[in-house]
């Protein structure tokens, strides 16, 4: 199984590049938000691979990160979501994006997905939900600058909350409404229970 290539860039296209890894040339086909981040052509390049093995097929399909692959995995696990769709997915909404809008139930957002009907988009909202993390609703909610420690103040005060009969989507709202105003990483996790119970 290869988990990543690493080589020189011999051909560079929005949709796919082919990567010289030791004298072998190899088709990747990959999502526009990797591409924008890609090095200039004749230029060395890492990229993560997934790949796609039907019958008659073996197919590889490459990221610049983590997230986007691991985004593609999840996307393509639904039923009636293909590789072209996952990448679609990907090159039309970044990574976060996707995940704001699963979380939202953002059916508009996801039915903008070139190849993306509202059957389809109302099916992802339902099928991704489950596959966003707490801590990933958080990050996507939050923005990209949070850091670890707010990270885990604000996860460990949503467990808290929902162990406490909140609804999560309530309770973390009232969370990131806190965060809004000020540093959370300052504030005890109780300190933002307390807050979040008085309403405050």
Request: hydrophobic share 45%; net charge neutral.
């Amino acid at each position: 199984m290869i988990v990543f290539l690493e080589g020189i860039i011999e051909l560079k296209q929005p949709a796919k590049i082919i990567l010289n890894v030791g004298g072998v040339g190899y088709e990747v086909f990959i999502p526009l938000s990797s591409y924008d981040r890609l090095p200039l052509l004749g230029e060395s390049c890492r990229i993560i691979i997934h790949e796609h093995m039907k019958e008659d097929s073996h197919t590889l399909y490459g990221f610049m990160s983590e997230p986007e692959k691991a985004m593609f995995e999840a996307l393509t696990s639904i039923s009636g979501i293909g590789p072209k769709l996952g990448l679609s997915a990907l090159s039309g909404l970044s990574v976060r994006e996707l995940k704001l809008a699963v979380i939202e139930g953002d059916i508009k957002r996801l039915s903008s997905i070139s190849g993306v009907g509202k059957r389809m988009a109302e099916r992802m909202a339902v099928e991704m939900k489950n596959k966003v993390s707490i801590a990933e609703s958080l990050e996507a909610i939050a923005g990209e600058n949070i850091n670890s420690l707010q990270m885990q103040k604000t996860k460990d005060a949503l467990m808290a909350l929902i162990a406490l009969g909140f609804k999560e989507e309530k309770a973390r709202n009232s969370i990131i409404s806190i965060s809004d105003k000020e540093d959370i990483s300052k504030i005890p996790v109780e300190e933002i229970i307390k807050r979040v119970l008085s309403g405050k």
